[in-house]
């Protein structure tokens, strides 16, 4: 049996179908979209023909379509870019402790730099309490962000509930989308958002492209700064090729959503219920039902989660521990942590992202796999409480 990739949160393979979309634009139709003449032309229609892909998709307009390098780039973009336009109205900023280090990050910087910031709890399942949301606001609150669906646990937040809060109180609100997007219907209008991230390569597109949605009449300031491309608010030549890409996998997703769920929420399910079935003092982690089609993710006690990683890996299984980006450092993840499970437990953690080439043969090979890779780690493990 071949490689089994089973972190598709981390990432996802470019669909063949958006490789073929982009090929075009690299040599051929290689204009820069801002020239005249035709060739330049040819790259601006297919642009907007993204755009509009993009912005169709989750209910917006052309124009509120913004395209950046990534969700990173987005989630800065958004905190930031409201944060100094609207000074003179505050300078505090509500958000949650399980965002992404884009998020969080960003809080951490524009707290250094005198904004103020509050940092929401969870419940024990990963929610956020829209009620938490009310309480936080003052007079000085210009911005609040509160992710649609967590990248560790899979989470997926009351966002329509909070988006209601937001706008009775007439602050701005937005949300990282990037996991969601092309997994669970995302609309504007629905959620009640002005801002909503999106990045490409955790929906079968290419890497280093994104998009933020920006609300019509939303105070917001560039974060890049230079030519006056995407309407001024996002200068730099646009990157042809990968927006072409995005735009393409967008298409692919609206096609292939909805039955695509429900393919991977019973493969999810047979995971989750095989592994609590197989695997003793082994917990669920995220909310049960609340939770993003594909996303399993487990507190395997008394073992690390880096020691069954490696050994999954030499049977050819990739998944992960939660976040790709903390996956260097010693530190039990802040989600985990958030959720209340102790830091000892929280390290052994094991995420399963599931995707459009997972099958159930190879589900069936981690529900055979990973019980015996626990019991091996458990017989010589230090943390083993007899
Ligand atoms: C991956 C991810 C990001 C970062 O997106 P990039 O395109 O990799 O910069 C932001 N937020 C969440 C929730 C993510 O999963």
Sequence with gaps: MGRIYLDY???TPTHPEVVEAMLPYFSGAFGNPSSLYACGQEARSAVEEARAKVAGFIGAENDEIVFTSGGTEADNFALEGIAYANQDKGNHIITTAIEHHAIGETCNFLKERGFKTTCLPVDKDGLVD???VRKAITDKTVLISVMQANNEVGTIEPVALIGRIAREAGVYFHTDAVQAVGHIPVDVSKLGVDLLSVS???LYGPKGIGALYIRKGTRIIPFMHGGGQEGGRRASTENVPAIVGLGK???LAQREMAEEAERLIYLRDKLIGGLLERIS???LNGHPQERL???VNVGVKF???EAILLNLDLEGICAS?????SSESEEPSHVLLALGIPADEARGSLRFTLGKWTTEEEIERVLEVLPRIVAKLRAMSPLLKK
């Excluded at 521990?321 to 980006?325: H, I, K, L, N, V």
């Design 9 to 11: 949160a981390a990432t």
């Design 130 to 132: 829209p009620d938490d």
């Design 200 to 202: 490409a390569h955790k």
């Design 249 to 251: 996998a967008v298409e």
């Design 281 to 283: 003092d082994i917990q």
């Design 293 to 295: 089609p594909n996303n």
């Design 303 to 305: 073992v690390e989660g």
């Design 321 to 325: 521990t939660g976040s790709a980006c």
